[in-house]
């Protein structure tokens, strides 16, 4: 008995614990300053007085104990509570004392203390006591024993015995995985690795009343009686097998393999069954496999790498797969070519779960494998037929399940170059069901419980994914990162009328009918401007109180599933110099979009009108608002938006002046590279406005975001002379030509003398220094197109020059 005398407690310890013991095991209640060593491991520390329960130190591994409790009679002494699940002490020297205020501290062989309870209310003058009681609870009470200041029973690690209850601020916990109450009240298991989380149980595809659970009691408790019978606030019960038998000494766990069972324990051996289970199929649980990869259990569990895809870790599956070709590390560079770069590998009766980018319904496998070759963050999607075409774009490839009753099938996106033939894939299986792998000891027999994916087949996927964003911090690290996406985290009520296809957005932008918006508008009477894409009307919507504008396209001739699949696109994009676009109505011939409404009508109204002027500091935060507008547009949504229409027309005005880009998004949506001529920017004819068009329309090559630089330029230039540009004339009245107008800019911008080309009507009030640089800007966005400046560098250099507090020059 090696001690050490540091401090006064060791002391007193010392001598309580030389103190002979009276009778192995018969203590269930000591008094302060009892203490146990370690080497005596073989001697419980208390015994409940049925003797049901022991509590001591437990064997965890080579030299390594743990303080705990366990059922006495288990073959395994299987701990019910433990001390320091993740800190086991050493063999020698570490002991349990419980202390004189009160607190059971577990010491180290080195002296830390590895555990203490957190004992209130205790110390001061009466005697405490520490008790085993027959509920295997392990209870600290003060001076009257019925005070208790701490038990074991507050303190669950991964097991509940019978009356124990698992409340609002407990939960069960083993590895990556815990049993918990959600923040709607309902009783859940939840993978939290170290990448990604992910709930799993109930049924994740299915809302909590499908799952036959209710949000509405908040008392957040779950109790396994003494029957065998665990019932959950959240309307959650379930019998164990042998319920009822009297008697049996039972226990809830969960497990290492993310899955909950009820044991029983056999009387006569001593040996634990299994009287029930959360999970029927352990690849139902989440992140048993990592990323990447593919969970099975034929006979047992194993789990292989997608094709493309091999392990990080042959000892630890949990860190799954990585690629075996180079991945794009920044979606924001402009790619070339998707087509030409990536395929897809088919992986039938396969899903992975999850971590959908987006989900549309009733389209066909052609639109989905499109979509996903351009969406540079796509890294698959699942097409499922089963009457109309599901298709969900994943952004990771993760909880990965085959089962041969599942209908949809996953195309893993590999390099247009990778040999997707077995021979190359290592671990990962050919394309057919049944198939195996090359390595015989991967060799697997595809077979699936038909019980074990069910789906609502309805889309309730997306509605999971957003009603759980919170929590799943990968979802909205992805929204984030993109920034285009602009989702609530809840679902509120969506009307069952609607296609789930706007699930996703609903409660900011939704699907409107023909006769809503009639009604909005009284009948399309009051028109606020008309353009080339369309007529817009005043409306209101949510009785009276919003007030909207709706646009009615003309010349659409998409198809219903082309136009919903744009709106989807567009109807995500959120930027406070962008209009903000709320919804759209689709209905044969009629399509139409519902903006919100921006006051102070568009910048040509105030720029042009002879009898307005707009004050400088307006002029130069509209340019900055429009710079940024459109380098949201460019650089930073998911889809690259091109304009293609950018004029002071449609430049909008908020009451303060502030700018916002109306009808982005019109122009079919270009492809990241910049639309490669052909049909990748499918417009039917020429867009755009002359006068702000840039020069390579009017040639044969492809369309990029330099055309709306170009433009930009030109309304920049506008905004400083307040004039039409194609308005100006020399003085023979001559009609002046672009190359003439940028050599007179090249003059200002060389003597640095901005005043002459000022708009005379802000009477020298303006910023000499902003004026100068939005002339520099100007100039060099009428350059080659290779030599414009992006609009991210443009908003970058205006940024820098824009200070509000500098007092604009007076000049006469
Ligand atoms: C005691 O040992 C533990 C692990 O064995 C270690 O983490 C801790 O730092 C040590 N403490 C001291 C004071 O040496
Ligand atoms: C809430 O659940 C608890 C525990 O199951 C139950 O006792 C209580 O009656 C429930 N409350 C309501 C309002 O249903
Ligand atoms: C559990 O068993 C009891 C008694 O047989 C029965 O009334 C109850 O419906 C069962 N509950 C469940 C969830 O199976
Ligand atoms: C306990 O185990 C014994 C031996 O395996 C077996 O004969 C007996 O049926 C078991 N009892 C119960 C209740 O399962
Ligand atoms: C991605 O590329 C863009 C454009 O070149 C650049 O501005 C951005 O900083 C890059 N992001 C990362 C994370 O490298
Ligand atoms: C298959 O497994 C056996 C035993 O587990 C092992 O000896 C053998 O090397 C494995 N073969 C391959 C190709 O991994």
Redesign the pocket.
Known sequence: MARRCGTCVALISLLIAVVPWPSVSAQHTLGAGSSLSVEDHARPFLVSPDATFSCGFLDAGENAFSFSVWYTHAADKTPIWTANPSAPVNGRGSKITFRRDGRLALDDANGTTVWESTTSGGGGGGAMAISLLDTGNLVISGPSTTTVVWQSFDWPTDTLVPSQPLTKDTKLVAGYFSLYYDNDNVLRLLYDGPEISSIYWPDPDNNPFQNGRTTYNSSRIGVLDGNGFFLSSDNFGVNASDLGLPGVNRRLSIGQDGNVRIYSMNVSTGEWTVTWAALAQPCSVHGLCGKNAICEYQPRLRCSCAPGYEMVDRQDRRRGCKPMFRTV??C??PASKPEQRYKFVKMPHTDFYGYDLWFYQSVTFEFCKKICLEMCLCAGFSYKFQGQGDCYLKSVLFNGYTSSSFPGTIYVKVPIDFDASPAHLGTARRSTAGGLACNPNDTVTIQGSPAMFRRSGNGTKWTYLFAFAGVLGLVDLIFIVTGCWFLSSHQQSIPSSLEPGYRMVAGQFRRFTYRELKDATGNFKEELGRGGSGVVYRGVLDKGKVVVAVKKLTNVSRGDEEFWAEMTVIGRINHINLVRIRGFCSQGKHKLLVYEYVENESLDKHLFDPDRTLPWRDRFRIALGTARGLAYLH?ECLEWVIHCDVKPENILLTREFDAKIADFGLAKLSKREGATGDSSLELSHMRGTTGYMAPEWALNVPINAKVDVYSYGIVLLEMVIGRRVSDQTTAGGERLEMPQIARLLRQVVDTGNVVPLVDGRLQGQFNPRQALEMVRISLSCMEERCNRPTMDDIAKVLTACDDEDEHPAYRS
């Open positions: 590390t920044n924001s560079l650089h």
